[in-house]
């Protein structure tokens, strides 16, 4: 949290006794004395013990003027973990690293109401006084580190100045700085016969960070009244002093230049940084993200910074949208619904990544992978094969985002048609297979696998290699979910180009839908008839993007389509080559007809709520793919990381790596980045695969997103509760995380022509006059969002893809906070239907 004129730290301890609340009570005398009467508040989230000894009491009977508040007292000494326990026996504790219990969130929104209300009377300074040392657990059972996380609000840390303390102080900065907090003073007492205070200074200088060494308090009288008057003389004379002066000063002097930083990055970024996708010839806001955990951003809006200059002059030239009330905190807490861009998987800031991440770098940082091995990266391979699930898959290969990923599968295909096949480049070209409205990135070789679109027409290189196919869609339109046909009527049929279905569920039961496969398969077999034998052409892979066609507009494309595709090509490999029947290998793992590909970078690794998406092209239920609609080849990259580092893979099959077994060097994959295969990516990668396989769990997992009844209780599947609002608690497969109802009002909203939804995917198609990427149809909504709150003042970040706008969670999102996102769209279409109106 930050705000222009309230000034807030946080108070965290090395250890437990080591003499917060007396320093917190020298910070509160001395800066009381620049504040206004109640212009300081003291707040103690927590505090444990008999309620006449608690710590605010000490504050208001030490420092006069300050507002002093306690938000829960427990009665007994204790752990708060375990003192909530005895005061209240049904009080479920969990030890999850990172993960916020509801008790956790009630807890952070009362001190962030505290705060606020504190800021809207005039407050100017707050302390924030936490429990016990920095690890210690919240009364959820949360390390209290993680439960304020969300606040990051900057920190002084009071040092241990005991026997010990230089390594309890570092260890708590290291915690503190590994949760990306700002520690920003370390404050001790200075007891000479230790060193601590000296050692510390010296060691924190490296870090930027200072340390102040404070007088040691008097001991204990023997009587209150002269123990109350010696405290009290202690006080006066150190909050007065020098040192602590320096303190409050450099307090003061970090507070402007986060403010200053925080709001001098859009102007920075205009004249500095050429961002991706923006065209600098039409106005657009930038916006400055401060921090982000969990799912949200804590991010600075100029257009709602009530305090800048809103003339026409504003360097974004964008018409200022209606100012944020001055009380408001200069950082609005936005909801990430990109999963920025497609990524993020375990939460921002999420502890159990960070640490994974940060035991690599110590471990190896990084090392070369060519002609090497090292054991994150054998573990992951193992890891994402087993995740996966394909019986044609053997071999993985690394690389460094999704784009390049695919550049390797389409070399591995290339090579492996032509090797079959005795295909030279120097006869002819070869082209891919794929469907039209699919985009597989932004390098030259697999922008030239998409046809022509805006994001790659103005391309000086780009040449498309291939045809693409018109696919049938999904969509759910007024509340009738149905599969429409190619609009270009290049797939006509007698019963129209509209097939309606009971439910999301009936469009994937192919045993149902005979007739719609065998229409798929006279139709591609046709196409590809045609193709291949009247205009003599030849290609080298499908490539298909399961399910959903991201860039591309968040197509969704009717599964059994894409099945049929694969299976007419499979089972009749002669309409590729006609030499392709004595060629196939009896082994029937081994491609056949042509090799596939699956993109699988967006929509693979439980976006869809499943492993691998292209297990949606399966008969069955099945969570792994079957055989005869399994890819030879696929790619994965976006939440292989959990949304913390770039890296991608490749997965193939035997058949297609023993393309490049020869004598000779020439014939090998000859692809690598000096990054290949970095360790830290690599054991961050199999960290976040563990955890979403337990998140994806049915039954057993200690990974419930809802609380359970009892510490005993089974806590079942983190994603029960998302199946079960699908009506089908025991069917794995087919659900999202955003409730049919809301799908259903959505649909039949005024300003929206379709929408689906599958997994943590929810997209909507907006009524325009155009379609496509260059609409502007979504933008007007997309600005709306970032200033339609919720109850506790958050807005919505989201991206747009022309005339479709979509919304993304997590895999770890918790359910309340989905239906608050609910909330918010339906509310944000509800005004901007007024606003057109």
Request: proline fraction near 5%; charge should be negative.
């Amino acid at each position: 949290m930050l705000w222009r004129d309230l000034r807030a730290w946080q108070i965290y301890g090395a250890n437990t006794d080591v003499g917060k609340t007396i320093i917190s009570t020298i910070l509160c005398k001395a800066l009381a004395r620049r504040a206004p009467k109640n212009g300081l508040l003291y707040l103690k989230p927590v505090s444990t013990g008999p309620d006449s000894e608690a710590d605010n009491k000490h504050i208001a009977r030490h420092a006069s003027g300050v507002v002093a508040k306690c938000l829960k007292q427990y009665s007994q000494p204790l752990s708060p973990h375990l003192a909530a326990k005895i005061d209240d026996p049904n009080h479920v504790i969990t030890t999850r690293l990172g993960k916020l219990s509801n008790n956790d969130r009630l807890l952070v929104q009362q001190v962030k109401e505290a705060l606020n209300l504190h800021h809207n009377k005039g407050g100017r300074y707050a302390v924030v006084e936490t429990a016990g040392g920095v690890l210690s657990p919240a009364p959820s059972g949360s390390v209290q580190a993680d439960t304020y996380r969300p606040l990051r609000l900057p920190v002084v840390l009071v040092g241990d100045s005991k026997l010990g303390g230089i390594a309890t102080t570092i260890s708590a900065f290291e915690s503190l700085h590994l949760r990306g907090y700002d520690v920003q003073a370390v404050m001790l007492f200075d007891i000479p016969r230790w060193g601590n205070a000296q050692y510390l200074n010296d060691f924190f200088l490296q870090h930027d960070v200072p340390t102040f060494g404070v007088p040691e308090p008097p001991e204990k009288h023997q009587h209150e009244r002269q123990d109350r008057d010696q405290l009290a003389a202690y006080y006066d004379e150190v909050s007065s002093s020098t040192s602590i002066s320096s303190a409050v000063q450099l307090l003061h002097h970090k507070h402007l230049q986060h403010v200053n930083k925080v709001t001098s990055m859009p102007a920075h970024a205009e004249s500095i940084v050429w961002h991706p996708f923006r065209q600098y010839g039409l106005p657009q806001n930038v916006i400055a993200i401060d921090s982000a955990y969990g799912d949200y951003f804590e991010a600075y809006n100029q257009e709602t910074d009530s305090l800048l200059n809103t003339s026409e002059e504003m360097s974004t030239n964008l018409q200022p949208l209606k100012p944020a009330s001055p009380a408001k905190p200069l950082l609005n807490t936005l909801f990430d619904a990109s999963a920025s861009w497609w990524t993020q998987g375990l939460g921002h800031g999420n502890p159990a990544l960070a640490l994974t991440a940060a035991h690599a770098a110590g471990r190896y940082g990084h090392v070369m992978f060519a002609n090497a091995v090292h054991e994150p990266a054998i573990d992951l391979c193992y890891n994402l094969l087993e995740t996966l699930k394909n019986p044609r898959l053997s071999k993985v290969f690394f690389t460094d985002n999704g784009s390049t990923g695919m550049e390797v599968a389409v070399k591995m295909a290339l090579r492996a048609t032509a090797q079959r096949y005795g295909w030279s480049n120097k006869d002819a070209e070869t082209g891919i297979l794929g469907l039209k409205g699919s985009y597989h990135g932004d390098t030259i070789g697999v922008m030239n696998c998409s046809e022509s679109s805006p994001f790659n027409e103005k391309v000086d290189w780009y040449k498309p290699w291939g045809y693409w196919l018109s696919p049938p869609e999904i969509k759910l339109v007024k509340g009738q979910w149905q599969v429409q046909l190619p609009v270009d009527d290049s797939m006509p049929r007698e019963t129209g180009p509209v097939t309606l279905f009971p439910s999301l569920k009936a469009i994937f039961n192919f045993d149902s839908r005979h007739d719609d496969a065998e229409f798929y398969a006279d139709y591609i077999t046709r196409t590809l008839q045609h193709l291949t034998q009247h205009q003599k052409r030849r290609f080298g892979a499908l490539i298909l993007e399961p399910m959903i066609m991201g860039a591309g507009g968040m197509i969704v494309v009717d599964p059994l389509f894409q099945r049929m595709l694969i299976k007419t090509i499979r089972e009749n490999p002669s309409i590729i080559s006609p030499q392709a029947a004595a060629l196939e290998s009896s082994n029937s793992a081994d491609w056949s007809g042509l090799p596939i590909i699956a993109d699988e970078v967006f929509t693979g690794l439980y976006r869809l709520g499943r492993p691998g998406s292209s297990s949606f092209w399966n008969s069955g239920s099945s969570l792994g793919t079957e055989i005869d609609v399994a890819p030879d080849i696929s790619a994965h990259a976006k939440l292989l990381t959990g949304g913390l580092l770039p890296l991608a893979l490749t997965t193939a099959s035997d058949s297609i790596f023993r393309t490049f077994v020869s004598d000779s060097k020439a014939d090998a994959l000859l692809h690598g980045h000096s990054y290949t295969a970095h360790a830290i990516g690599c054991s961050v990668a199999n960290k976040s695969l563990s955890t979403l396989r337990d998140l994806a769990s049915t039954s057993g997992s200690v990974l419930a997103l809802s609380e359970p009844k009892s510490s005993n209780a089974s806590a079942g599947g983190a994603w029960d509760d998302y199946r079960s609002s699908w009506l089908s608690p025991q069917d794995r497969d087919i659900f999202s995380f955003f409730s049919p109802e809301t799908l259903n009002k959505i649909s039949k909203h005024p300003l929206v022509d379709s929408c689906f939804a599958l997994g943590t995917v929810l997209a909507l198609t907006l009524h325009s006059s155009t379609s496509g990427y260059n609409s502007t149809a979504a933008a007007s909504l997309q600005a709306r969002l970032l200033t339609t709150l919720d109850e506790q003042d958050r807005g919505v970040h989201s991206r747009v893809l022309g005339d479709v706008i979509y919304f993304m969670t997590s895999l770890e999102t918790n359910e309340g906070e989905v239906r608050a996102l609910e909330g918010t769209i339906l509310r944000a279409l509800d005004e901007e239907s007024a606003a057109k109106n």
